[in-house]
């Protein structure tokens, strides 16, 4: 695998990759006669335990100094405290088809309403595949079905008529070079449950052209989401960028693991968490 299709599957910038190569001694790939690495099987499956591990807050200072055997045992542990075992969860993640699956989805949907499905069932499940993903007990294809199906739902619901709270609209987007995009859409989901209408773009956009789209559509604001694979400092700065750029009519906020560290700045709501959106929604549109 070479070093762009590792980063692509794994999640983890290839300027990332060769820093941790140079500082850390990992990972150490094979190379071409002309030079290009290679990475193996069992150091994208390695990489996946340093992400995860990442995403629970260690730092690769720490990581790096751990035995695989170390590392993999520090996540389980992780992973025993984060996620209570769930046997209809595992029995949907690695065992039904695709139209059992979608039918599940609906079911749990129907019998908990919006709000709840997305706290008490999509949470969940998501950490049941993500777990079973960097234990490598669920294929990358299988988290894609199963990540794909619960979008496709979420999506459905943006799509349906609520009453809103003085026709209020927030534009929702991710920036060029942001990919993970499901955090973004469960959150524009949960306004949509508050009233708010969502507007909800598929593809990233560059961050100069935000402002004039945010005036063409006449929404009250735009809201972003960073994940771990985007950096903080980077995040911060088009953060400001955008907020310069923006009228001051215009709400701004933004979310996900990039801006957790508690980025602060003149007239930006910072949501750490999905269920800080009912208060968001008080504050900034009531």
Not at 187 to 192: E, R, V
Request: aromatic share 6%.
């Amino acid at each position: 695998m070479t070093i762009q299709q590792l980063s692509k599957e794994i999640g983890i910038g290839i300027d990332t990759l060769r820093i941790w190569e140079r500082r850390y001694g990992y990972p150490i790939p094979t190379r071409s006669a002309r030079g290009h690495r290679s990475y193996s099987g069992d150091q994208v499956s390695e990489l996946r335990i340093v992400k995860k591990l990442q995403s629970l807050g260690y730092r690769p200072g720490k990581i790096f100094t751990l035995s695989s055997a170390e590392r993999r045992e520090l996540l389980m542990a992780a992973a025993e405290q984060e996620l209570t075992p769930n046997l209809a969860l595992q029995s949907l993640t690695k065992e039904f088809s695709p139209g059992q699956i979608d039918e599940e989805l609906r079911e749990q949907l129907q019998q908990l309403g919006l709000i709840s499905f997305i706290h008490q069932y999509a949470l969940p499940l998501l950490k049941a595949l993500d777990q079973g993903w960097t234990e490598g007990s669920i294929s990358i294809a299988r988290e894609h079905l199963i990540s794909d199906r619960l979008e496709q739902l979420l999506r459905e619901q943006l799509a349906t008529e609520r009453p809103t709270k003085n026709q209020k609209q927030l534009l929702f987007l991710t920036l060029s070079g942001e990919r993970h995009k499901l955090g973004l859409l469960l959150a524009a989901a949960l306004f949509h449950a508050e009233g708010i209408n969502c507007i909800l773009l598929n593809q990233e956009l560059p961050l100069s052209e935000v402002p004039q789209l945010a005036s063409d559509l006449e929404v009250d604001g735009v809201a972003l989401s960073f994940s771990f694979h985007y950096s903080t400092r980077q995040a911060k700065n088009d953060l400001a960028t955008l907020r310069n750029q923006l009228g001051p009519q215009f709400k701004l906020i933004a979310g996900g693991q990039a801006v957790q560290g508690g980025i602060q700045m003149q007239n930006l709501t910072i949501c750490t968490t999905l269920e800080q959106i009912p208060e968001v929604c008080r504050k900034l549109f009531v």
